[in-house]
């Protein structure tokens, strides 16, 4: 089974950055479509932003754009996402997920795609 672990979160300003990063324990990894997603309290798992198997094709939810970049390192088998301009309503428990894909250009969007998960990293945004 394919061990991902997130890392980064944390509190921090409005206004401020933060990056988290989820390191993968598969060699597999360049062979994965990725994304983050996040949760936060009384809402249902949403998704956040995607990436494809090279990186070169991304996806973000309108919520995050602009402020948000979703990158991977292959070699490193880590995938990483720089979140600037954070904003309140960014408060929740940030995801990973991966799953194979048959397809480099291919980026996924919806939680059910994934087959596996971390187990989260919280992220609060303070006011």
């Known amino acids: 089974q394919v061990h991902l672990k997130e890392s980064g979160g944390g509190s921090a300003q409005a206004g401020s950055s933060l990056r988290l990063s989820c390191e993968a324990s598969d060699r597999m990894f360049s062979t994965w479509a990725m994304a983050w997603f996040r949760q936060s309290p009384r809402k249902e798992r949403e998704f956040v932003a995607g990436?494809?198997?090279?990186?070169?094709?991304?996806n973000y939810t309108e919520a995050v754009k602009d402020r948000f970049t979703i990158s991977r390192d292959n070699p490193k088998n880590t995938m990483y996402l720089q979140m600037n301009n954070l904003k309140p309503e960014d408060t929740g428990v940030y995801y990973c997920a991966s799953t194979l894909s048959l397809f480099k250009w291919l980026v996924l969007t919806t939680a059910d795609q994934f087959s596996d998960w971390g187990q989260g990293t919280q992220v609060t945004v303070l006011s």
């Open positions: 990436i494809s198997q090279t990186g070169a094709f991304t």
